[in-house]
């Protein structure tokens, strides 16, 4: 079942600027993580974020998560034309599911030179 | 992709025909999944499997099979009963000591006509 969704479903920016995107989910939660997929290719794991944690910072990622409100935000800082891809938040379900992730719809980011 | 073989990239068959997507890792990763990508739907789970000789349906499980003989391979047979076939077909594997998250390959886009 796709628990997360994302928002936007498309943003367009130049370099340099900063994307921000966001997920909501339904259920509670063990931890959200972040992955990425350039076109066409396979899913990349970009950051994992527990469900105890606030904030989580990976290089140039930035996450936040707020389980009162069921909410994730990945912001990635001075974009740059590679960050050109689609991002994908993904839940944890529980061992019941042998631990398979709930994936959001993802939002398609295009960085512009 | 690293660590995640999956074959063919492209795979164009009949209606009515089975085709078996081929999955291996070299991870030693005891948890394998299989889920379907559809455009501007995410990825939804169709199988996984927690260890050899063991595998559980998924989300959308109908129309498809698996086996788990080996721990390294995870072969997905798409049948003649999918009633909507054409997609793109991600592998993954888990790793427990990452705390949930998965490796994914690089993807098989079947296309059936």
């Known amino acids: 079942s796709q628990q997360g969704e994302e928002d936007p479903q498309a943003l367009s920016i130049q370099e340099g600027e900063n994307a921000t995107m966001n997920c909501s989910y339904k259920?509670?939660?063990?931890?959200l993580q972040w992955y990425r997929q350039n076109s066409g290719r396979g899913l990349v794991h970009l950051i994992l974020?527990?469900?105890?944690?606030r904030e989580k910072h990976s290089g140039r990622l930035r996450v936040t998560l707020d389980t009162s409100k069921k909410s994730s935000s990945l912001l990635i800082t001075a974009s740059r034309a590679a960050d050109t891809a689609s991002y994908f938040c993904?839940?944890?379900?529980?061992?019941?599911?042998?631990?398979?992730?709930?994936f959001g719809k993802g939002t398609s980011l295009l960085v512009t030179p | 992709d690293g660590g995640i073989t999956q074959s063919p990239k492209y795979l164009f068959r009949k209606e009515g025909q089975n085709v078996t997507l081929s999955c291996e890792q070299n991870?030693?990763?005891?948890?394998m999944y299989w889920y379907r990508q559809d455009p501007g739907q995410g990825l939804r789970l169709i199988y996984y499997?927690?260890?050899?000789?063991?595998?559980q349906k998924g989300d959308i499980a109908e129309g498809y099979s698996v086996s788990r003989e080996k721990k390294e391979s995870f072969p997905l047979t798409v049948t003649s009963a999918q009633k909507n076939p054409t997609a793109f077909y991600l592998c993954?594997?888990?790793?427990?000591?990452?705390?949930?998250?998965?490796?994914f390959g690089p993807g098989t886009r079947l296309t059936v006509t």
């Open positions: 993954a594997s888990r790793d427990p000591a990452s705390r949930h998250e998965q490796y």
């Open positions: 259920t509670s939660i063990n931890n």
């Open positions: 974020i527990r469900s105890n944690e």
């Open positions: 993904a839940t944890d379900a529980n061992s019941n599911s042998g631990y398979a992730l709930n």
């Open positions: 991870l030693n990763h005891d948890a």
């Open positions: 499997s927690q260890i050899v000789n063991d595998f």
